[in-house]
């Protein structure tokens, strides 16, 4: 399989924790570094079709219960963050790009790799004619 | 100051801009090639705080036009005297990054021009032909504790809407707010602005506590009909309802909230036998999804079978007058199983009875994807839901949009 390497930026230009967007054909990619590895996502939400990755990126919110099963409050998981549509706050995980609430939905992902001080995403396409991510209402089970 | 997606579209928080956020939006409005058919786009909103000193100049009363205007120049900027505020997060806590652009993005000002270009803007990307334009803050209006600050500013936003922003803008529509709390002044507002250019309709906001089976609304329900315009119930939600007190969840008090009022006030009409009294009186009901519907039909049905006698001006099922009312399908529920789907769509008549809605730039908005990429529509069921059904129960003429040529809905198509 033949691949183009698509330039991201430079290694000091990404550090931990940021995200960099970058044009490809009709599309985009977005590139992220967490926790010193790297992710590639095309830019678009399986959802209704919005720019996921513009959103903010923010880790898990769970809820923390006391022995007895009470309620105690909701806290932060600073070990697994995600990336969350602008749109209408569909979130991702960021290490794997499965949307949280149904793994039926994922963000198209890209490989990246880190080469002479460089950033680059490996994409099996040269150039995306169209959006390549069917929005939610065209992937439900249906018929016609 | 700089915002998360800043890096490729160098959008700092100064250059928020409606076509940068929806430019999606508009590679599926290329791809599916809306520019083809009439799309018009039966509920979305603006925010009238953003022209809040326009409005106020229209306010009659000189004792509350005072209290407004006041509050327009100095203080705190809470709003709490003229318009009511509701604890809630529509934003999802910052996750949906539109409700903290907005205040940045740059328009013109005065004459309506920000409310008409914001507007503009997000019609252009989606495709849309036509809107009919509603307003954010005034949904909670009729929960007001003065009567008459809610007939004054809604007096004052009408004047507005159809003196500044409906004659400027012929692609866009709207509907002027009933003050439903007062009869009178119901009557008297369907009697002044219903003939004005740009009107399709009369607003009713569903959270409040006044009947809609009220004697004293019989002369207006017969004028709108002879008017031959829909009355639209528009749904919202009141977590400080009582009825809410016992969730602590804003997606509960959401949920329910903007289909409870809208089915309550729904059920009430069908049961007091009004659409026997006014049975060409065109009802659409707004922002409330649409799996309530099959819901209250079975419901009613159901116990109206065994309890005619307590609704003797029914002739016929309720289900059967709800078949023939209207529907906004913004925010449309997508189950798993679409079969569910295309249960409701039968129970609603949605070939003819159903009209696409964004409700942009709320958090729930949804595109004309939404129904263009159902697998369980014809082709002509999808252009009716998207823009003849509204076009028909609108009266809307679309000299419009010939006019303007094709792309009708291209990027910069009307915008000033």
Redesign the interface.
């Known amino acids: 399989m033949t691949y183009t390497e698509l330039f991201v930026s430079t290694s000091a230009a990404l550090k931990d924790g940021e995200r960099k967007i970058i044009p490809f054909g009709e599309t985009e990619i977005a590139v992220y570094r967490m926790d010193g590895k790297l992710y590639g996502y095309e830019n678009l939400c399986p959802h209704q079709g919005g720019p996921a990755c513009e959103g903010l990126t923010m880790p898990k919110v769970e809820e923390v219960l006391a022995p007895d099963k009470t309620f105690e409050r909701h806290r932060f998981n600073y070990d697994e963050w995600h990336i969350v549509c602008p749109w209408h706050g569909w979130e991702y995980k960021l290490k794997t790009g499965e949307y949280v609430v149904n793994r039926k939905f994922r963000l198209k992902a890209f490989e990246v790799i880190e080469r002479g001080g460089n950033i680059y995403v490996l994409a099996t396409e040269k150039q995306p004619q169209r959006l390549s991510v069917p929005t939610e209402a065209s992937q439900s089970s249906g018929r016609k | 100051m700089k915002f998360?997606?800043s890096?490729?579209?160098m959008m700092e928080i100064e250059d928020a801009d409606t076509t940068k956020?929806l430019?999606?939006?508009a590679?599926?409005r290329d791809?599916r090639r809306f520019q083809d058919f009439l799309i018009v786009d039966a509920d979305c909103h603006h925010y009238e705080t953003e022209s809040l000193k326009e409005i106020i100049d229209f306010i009659e009363d000189p004792v509350l036009k005072q209290r407004a205007k006041l509050e327009t120049q100095t203080g705190t900027g809470v709003i709490t005297s003229i318009l009511p505020g509701r604890a809630g997060m529509q934003n999802?806590s910052?996750?949906?990054?539109?409700y903290s652009l907005r205040k940045a993005e740059k328009t013109d000002t005065g004459n309506g021009r920000r409310a008409a270009q914001l507007t503009l803007r997000s019609m252009n990307a989606m495709g849309v032909d036509y809107c009919c334009l509603f307003p954010t803050p005034m949904v909670s209006l009729g929960l007001h504790p003065e009567p008459e600050m809610e007939n004054q500013f809604s007096w004052a936003y009408n004047r507005w809407l159809t003196e500044v922003l409906l004659p400027s803008e012929p692609r866009i529509k709207a509907m002027p707010y009933l003050p439903f709390n007062d009869p009178e002044a119901t009557y008297r507002t369907v009697k002044e602005f219903g003939h004005r250019k740009g009107v399709v309709g009369f607003l009713m906001v569903t959270v409040r506590y006044k009947p809609v089976y009220d004697n004293a609304f019989m002369k207006t329900y017969s004028l709108i009909e002879e008017m031959g315009k829909p009355l639209a119930f528009h749904a919202a939600y009141n977590w400080a309802d009582r009825m809410f007190s016992t969730t602590n969840k804003f997606i509960v008090a959401h949920a329910f909230g903007f289909f409870i009022f809208n089915a309550l006030a729904c059920a009430n009409w069908v049961v007091n036998g009004l659409p026997e009294r006014f049975p060409k009186l065109k009802l659409i009901w707004i922002e409330s999804g649409l799996a309530w519907i099959p819901w209250l039909m079975q419901r009613l049905d159901n116990e109206y079978k065994m309890r005619s006698s307590e609704c003797p001006a029914l002739k016929r099922l309720p289900s059967e007058y709800m078949r023939e009312m209207f529907y906004t399908t913004q925010p449309m529920e997508?189950?798993?199983?679409?079969?569910v789907?295309?249960s409701t769509f039968k129970m609603v008549n949605a070939e003819t009875q159903l009209l696409w809605a964004s409700d942009y730039p709320h958090?729930?908005?949804?595109?004309p994807?939404?129904?263009?990429?159902?697998?369980?529509?014809?082709e002509q069921a999808k252009r009716n839901i998207l823009g003849e059904n509204a076009r028909r129960v609108f009266g809307l003429g679309v000299d419009d949009r010939a006019a303007q040529g094709a792309p009708v809905n291209g990027p910069a198509a009307s915008v000033r």
């Open positions: 998360p997606n890096d490729y579209h956020i430019a999606n939006a590679k599926q791809e999802l910052g996750r949906i990054t539109r997508l189950p798993e199983d679409l079969s789907l295309e958090w729930d908005m949804d595109l994807s939404k129904i263009y990429d159902l697998p369980i529509l014809s």
